[in-house]
């Protein structure tokens, strides 16, 4: 059975970085499009970022463009999310998400397009 296992979470200073991981434990993964996304306490879990199977194509929300970049290894089963600039909007519980593969639309920023999901991160930023 699949499972989503994050790492990297923490506490940093506004300005600073933080590289967030996730490795898939199955054998799937390299077909399987990937994302982030996040909930801060008190809101709703939005997207941040996806990938598809092969690194190709990548699509980001508004609030994260040009400060955090997603990238994977299918060799070592993992995705990540390299956050630079951080801000203490962007404290939240950072989820793993992955999609198997399946017919019928792609929307990456949806949270139904996905069927697995990790246990999620803290992430704290502080100004």
């Known amino acids: 059975q699949e499972r989503l296992v994050e790492s990297g979470g923490g506490w940093v200073q506004s300005g600073g970085s933080l590289r967030l991981s996730c490795e898939a434990s199955?054998?799937?993964?390299?077909?399987?499009?990937m994302a982030w996304f996040r909930q801060a306490p008190g809101k709703e879990r939005e997207f941040v970022a996806a990938?598809?199977?092969?690194?190709?194509?990548?699509w980001y929300a508004d609030s994260v463009k040009g400060r955090f970049t997603i990238s994977r290894d299918n060799a070592k089963k993992t995705v990540s999310l390299q956050q630079n600039s951080l801000e203490p909007q962007d404290t939240a519980v950072y989820f793993c998400?992955?999609?198997?593969?399946?017919?019928?639309?792609?929307?990456?920023?949806?949270?139904?397009?996905?069927?697995?999901w990790g246990q999620g991160i803290r992430v704290t930023v502080s100004s």
């Open positions: 998400a992955a999609r198997s593969p399946q017919s019928g639309l792609y929307r990456p920023s949806g949270d139904e397009s996905y069927d697995l």
């Open positions: 199955g054998r799937a993964f390299s077909n399987y499009y």
């Open positions: 990938i598809d199977s092969d690194g190709h194509d990548t």
